[in-house]
């Protein structure tokens, strides 16, 4: 599969796991519906022959990949699709998306800015590993409706732990202080593994931004702390003999 010029290449992304000291971030089990706000923000593509996007504000939770439901129960409307801005949402609060298609993860959400995400794959055909680079997550919700999928909802708070809350603190930085970049392999959509992720320190904003020009690094003088979700092949693992 040809990858867009503004996604995060494999290589890439692996070479940066390589490049540092990993440590593990918080994994929970997945929370209550009811702990949802209201107010929710979704979004999800309308699929053939348009490919746009449909913009729904809800006030309270709607069924995973329900359109019909989300279109009758939510303030809905259309966004044309060359009507997405290029340098991806910013999103403060909560966040759904509903995808089918690979182009909401190309044209929607790489390098937005986003703390609340939550993802749900109503598709069939397997999503290829790809990734995204998204500034600012705290934590991700996971669905996948796909018809092979074992770990149907997962949910992860991204947040450094104390090894990573230590490093900053030896180096005279807060935690909350840092630009906080994670990059998301979109397999995990596929529901096929358990969510892993890691969160380094990284080189400083400043460098990091010549080789990413499409995110807006606004304070290029603080600390940069990467997280790298992931999903691990199944088959490998259970053939290894490897608990995950």
Known sequence: MEMSPNTVSSSLAWSLWLLFLLTPVTVSSPT???????????????????????????????????????????RCHTVLRSALPSAGLREPGKLTVWMKEAWVFEELLNRSTVAHLRLSFCGIKPVDSQYLALVGLQSLRIHSAAPEAVYRNQEMTVTPDAGVAAEMEALSFDSTSAFHVTFLDVAVLNGLSPLKAYSVMGPSAAALSQNFPHISFNFLSNPLLMTYIYTVDVQIVNTLGINI
Not at 41 to 66: E, H, K
């Open 32 to 74: 209550s519906e009811t702990s949802l706000p209201v107010n929710i923000t979704l979004l999800f593509d309308s699929g053939a022959p348009s490919y746009n996007l449909r913009n729904c504000s809800c006030s309270s939770d709607v069924r995973d990949c329900d359109e019909a439901l989300a279109n009758s129960l939510c």
